[in-house]
């Protein structure tokens, strides 16, 4: 099982970002889908989690700004990234746990990908 996360890029500050992370492989079920965030010289921090059957949960710093969403069909979740500040500026990571189909249940990273908003 992999996770591919793509989209971010450099934005300016008020700016829109959406970030993507497939996850591929043997799989059966996917329950949490996370995305993670860390700046440079700072802790790992969770932005924003969605469950198998959609609900949601945000970090303070990013409600009302952020959303998650997902497509259990394409095995994919989004975070859409509205109103961005520098302080978002981060490597992005995408995180879920995944049921494979040899029933086994663990838990997977994508690789990151860098958001920067500057001006």
């Known amino acids: 099982v992999q996770l591919q996360a793509s989209g971010g890029g450099l934005v300016q500050p008020g700016g829109s970002l959406r970030l993507s992370c497939v996850a591929s492989?043997?799989?059966?079920?996917?329950?949490?889908m996370n995305w993670y965030r860390q700046a440079p010289g700072k802790q790992r921090e969770l932005v924003a989690t969605i469950t198998n059957g959609g609900s949601t949960n945000y970090a303070d710093s990013v409600k009302g700004r952020f959303t998650i969403s997902r497509d259990n069909a394409k095995n994919t979740v989004y975070l859409q990234m509205n109103s961005l500040k520098p302080e978002d500026t981060a490597a992005y990571y995408c995180?879920?746990?995944?049921?494979?189909?040899?029933?086994?249940?663990?838990?997977?990273w994508g690789q990151g990908t860098q958001v920067t908003v500057s001006s």
């Open positions: 995180n879920a746990d995944i049921r494979g189909r040899n029933w086994r249940l663990n838990n997977y």
């Open positions: 492989g043997s799989i059966f079920r996917i329950n949490d």
